[in-house]
């Protein structure tokens, strides 16, 4: 499995602790009488929960459930056919269903809570009968309503909502870490705080299946603006998506023809359009191809020819597991989303193109002046700790231009 979210987040626990002692003493010493429970956990390290003499609740420092802060999660179906699209869940709260029937053309618009995270494939050719669903590819092991992950080959869209040391940015990615089996893009619908983000920066789309893929001179405005041209993978056409899977990886590999063998290379043997593609990885479970055991480093884990064609199609998707770096989309937190299966235009090339500009936006949700400032309800709060300390030596703002300096000094050293 490749790096997600979670596990590049492990990286930084030893810093996470130390900001959450840091921030715990500051704001007890700060404010006599009151109590501040800082979470350490990667997802919440900056969510406070204030408790008065008593331990009486006074408030938390920013809205972490679905009932106080809805985020959208749309998924939409552009392909031709009846899809039936899966969600797993790992963290926060979850959407209403995760899984249900998406004829072509159709939107399902649900909600997950800010701390959310997950994923999102879609399943095909499935028969249903109540609330059970076999499916070609992405099966839930039977279930309409997905309780597990899907089965191999799919491509992903994964998400956590509440990422990085501060708790507030935002890790998504397109994965082929598990494989490949449908176009799939992700869509930002940006928040108030999230606006100034251009559009080009933050939608990407992986089309691997021919027939899909727009000529490039055609892209048109798809995800974006006039303003703010996408930047496109424009070298590959439709016929060279129908080869790109590596024959031994192909889930329904054509039949052989006649009685004879496969001839080698296989350029003659005719594809079928929808060739779904397990990865090198999921294949053969090779330590080599999986990044584990020995081969669990950046340095000696090199990508397979699986992983080279699936760059070479999706430049913004994930391709091995140690390709977070070329993969990896970073925003403050805020907004919603919405998952496009065959979406329209080609895969774009966001990440090599616009590294530097990502790097800024990333960083807009690290700044601990800004996190604070814009999640904590500070009259709130203030009004509560007021009444329940009267004797505080310092005032809310005092407390928390303190605990953001030193949280800043901390997290420049990230």
């Known amino acids: 499995m490749h790096q997600t979210p979670t596990q590049a987040g492990r990286r930084r626990n030893s810093t996470s602790n130390k900001l959450s002692l840091i921030a715990t003493l500051l704001l007890s010493s700060l404010a006599p009488?009151?109590?501040?429970i800082v979470y350490p956990s990667n997802h919440e390290l900056y969510r406070f929960d204030y408790l008065g003499p008593n331990k009486q609740y006074l408030g938390t420092s920013r809205p972490l459930t679905k009932r106080e802060n809805a985020i959208p999660l749309i998924v939409t179906n552009n392909c031709g056919e009846t899809l039936w699209p899966g969600i797993s869940s790992q963290h926060g709260d979850p959407p209403?269903?995760?899984?249900?029937?998406?004829?072509?053309?159709e939107t399902k618009r649900q909600t997950v809570g800010p701390t959310w995270q997950g994923r999102i494939w879609g399943r095909t050719n499935c028969t249903v009968s109540g609330d059970t669903a076999t499916c070609l590819t992405g099966d839930c092991f039977g279930k309409l309503d997905c309780e597990y992950g899907g089965a191999i080959p799919v491509t992903l869209a994964e998400f956590n909502l509440a990422g990085g040391v501060t708790g507030m940015q935002t890790f998504y990615d397109i994965s082929l870490v598990d494989g490949y089996n449908l176009p799939i893009g992700v869509v930002y619908h940006p928040a108030d705080n999230t606006s100034y983000i251009p559009p080009n920066l933050v939608n990407p789309s992986c089309i691997g299946t021919t027939g899909y893929l727009a000529a490039f001179s055609k892209t048109?405005?798809?995800?974006?603006?006039?303003?703010?041209?996408?930047?496109?993978e424009d070298t590959t056409s439709n016929s060279d998506l129908i080869r790109w899977c590596p024959w031994?990886?192909?889930?329904f590999p054509p039949l052989k023809p006649g009685d004879g063998v496969y001839p080698y290379p296989d350029d003659n043997v005719q594809r079928p359009a929808f060739d779904p593609c397990r990865s090198a990885c999921a294949a053969e479970h090779d330590p080599a191809d999986?990044?584990?055991?020995?081969?669990?480093?950046?340095?000696?884990?090199?990508?397979?020819?699986?992983?080279?064609?699936?760059?070479?199609?999706?430049?913004?998707?994930y391709s091995y597991a140690f390709d977070d770096q070329t993969?990896?989309?970073?925003?403050?937190?805020?907004?919603?989303?919405?998952?496009?299966?065959c979406p329209a235009g080609r895969s774009t090339n966001i990440l090599?193109?616009?590294?530097?500009?990502?790097?800024?936006?990333?960083a807009g949700g690290r700044l601990a002046q800004d996190v604070l400032a814009k999640t904590m309800n500070l009259s709130y709060i203030e009004s509560k700790i007021s009444g329940a300390a009267a004797d505080a030596s310092v005032s809310?703002?005092?407390?928390v231009v303190s605990v953001a300096v030193v949280i800043g000094v901390v997290l420049g050293q990230v």
């Not at 209403?96 to 053309?105: C, D, M, N, Q, V």
């Not at 405005?221 to 496109?232: D, E, G, V």
């Open 33 to 36: 009488g009151v109590k501040a």
């Open 396 to 399: 809310v703002a005092g407390l």
């Open 352 to 362: 090599a193109t616009f590294a530097d500009e990502l790097h800024s936006v990333a």
């Open 96 to 105: 209403e269903s995760h899984g249900f029937e998406l004829a072509p053309g």
């Open 248 to 251: 031994d990886l192909q889930a």
């Open 290 to 317: 999986c990044c584990t055991g020995k081969y669990d480093d950046p340095w000696v884990c090199a990508p397979s020819q699986y992983s080279n064609n699936a760059k070479a199609v999706c430049p913004d998707a």
């Open 327 to 341: 993969s990896t989309f970073v925003i403050p937190s805020g907004g919603g989303w919405e998952v496009v299966f």
């Open 220 to 232: 048109g405005l798809t995800y974006t603006n006039a303003t703010y041209p996408m930047p496109y």
